[in-house]
T-cell receptor, first 112, second 112 residues
Framework: SQQGEEDPQALSIQEGENATMNCSYK?????LQWYRQNSGRGLVHLIL?????REKHSGRLRVTLDTSKKSSSLLITASRAADTASYFC????????????FGGGTRVLVKP | DAGITQSPRYKITETGRQVTLMCHQT?????MFWYRQDLGHGLRLIYY???????DKGEVPDGYVVSRSKTENFPLTLESATRSQTSVYFC???????????FGAGTRLSVL
């Protein structure tokens, strides 16, 4: 079963626009992470936010976490064609120990 | 080369055959993981290992066997391949628990 569910499943935007995707989860977490996967490649870690943090930035990425709603969002500002990829949230659950549970991902297409 | 490598990158086999997918990491990370990625299911954990000679089941372990005699290697064996095991398999490693995971490039396996 998937702990994280991303929304939307797919997103198409123009270069320069912002891309926002959301992740919802079901159980208490220690932290939540976002990963990117380019076509035919492995996943690459983008950012980690701990359960006691509400917002975190890394370059053009902004992640928010609302533990009361059990949800997170990833914002990519000023998108580029190179941002075209699938984005996955992953949760480290307090009950599941030292493992990550991945969502189904959001496919982002940035059109030049 | 430093990093995490998977071999082979592509594999075609027949039902009933035994197949072993290799994973090798050069960071001496204590944790290693095997996932499968299927359309509609995201990434699902098959097995993981906290250290050499310590392995545990993930979400979908049936039909798979793992071993970890050395810290750097974590092979995944399909004892008798079935068509339902056609998938893309990813190996990952982590220096501790469920903090950041580093992924290999994946093995695309087709079972005919």
């Amino acid at each position: 079963s998937q702990q994280g569910e991303e929304d939307p499943q797919a997103l198409s935007i123009q270069e320069g626009e912002n891309a926002t995707m959301n992740c919802s989860y079901k159980t208490s977490i220690n932290n939540l992470q976002w990963y990117r996967q380019n076509s035919g490649r492995g996943l690459v870690h983008l950012i980690l936010i701990r359960s006691n943090e509400r917002e975190k930035h890394s370059g053009r990425l902004r992640v928010t976490l609302d533990t009361s709603k059990k949800s997170s969002s990833l914002l990519i500002t000023a998108s580029r064609a190179a941002d075209t990829a699938s984005y996955f949230c992953a949760t480290e659950n307090k009950a599941a120990g030292n493992k990550l549970t991945f969502g189904g991902g959001t496919r982002v297409l940035v059109k030049p | 080369d430093a990093g995490i490598t998977q071999s082979p990158r592509y594999k075609i086999t027949e039902t009933g055959r035994q197949v072993t997918l290799m994973c090798h990491q050069t960071w001496s990370h204590s944790y290693m993981f095997w996932y499968r990625q299927d359309l509609g299911h995201g990434l699902r954990l098959i097995y993981y290992s906290a250290a050499a000679d310590i392995t545990d089941k993930g979400e979908v372990p049936d039909g798979y066997v793992v071993s970890r005699s050395k810290t750097e290697n974590f092979p995944l064996t399909l004892e008798s391949a079935t068509r339902s095991q056609t998938s893309v398999y990813f190996c990952a490693s982590s220096p501790s628990g469920a903090n950041i995971q580093y992924f290999g490039a994946g093995t695309r396996l087709s079972v005919l």
